[in-house]
């Protein structure tokens, strides 16, 4: 969810930014908008090789899927790379957490479970 949000505060500022999908395609547009699968919407875009893409060069807004994204090219000013980094380790160490919460839950049934087997 780090990134959903990451991307969203990036939409509301109508950031320009450029994506590269999986099959080498690099698209620059405004960020429209961002869904939580990492579908991006993009406005006013165009394409970085014209020439290769000359067809996709009268589109001017675009819809990607998020699975077919390799890269998110941002501009430095846009990214605070500490904050970043503290809120990777804290959704990390939340997932962390609810992983050994889970584990614990499960060895809870399972001692009981296997106590009602002695009876």
Do not use: W
């Not at 060069?57 to 000013?77: A, D, Q």
């Not at 790379?81 to 997932?95: G, S, T």
């Amino acid at each position: 969810m780090l990134f959903f949000t990451f991307f969203q505060q990036l939409a509301e500022k109508n950031q320009h930014i450029t994506i590269e999908l999986k099959n080498d395609l690099q698209i620059s547009g405004v960020l429209h908008s961002v869904d939580q699968y990492l579908n991006i919407k993009l406005t006013n875009i165009s394409v970085n090789n014209p020439e290769k893409y000359p067809h996709l060069l009268s589109i001017k807004s675009c819809f990607v899927r998020g699975s077919v994204v390799r890269y998110v090219f941002l501009p430095s000013n846009e990214v605070n790379i500490d904050k970043l980094r503290h809120m990777c380790r804290q959704e990390a160490k939340m997932i962390s957490d609810k992983e050994k919460n889970n584990s614990n839950i499960m060895l809870h049934t399972f001692v009981l479970n296997y106590n009602e087997l002695e009876k």
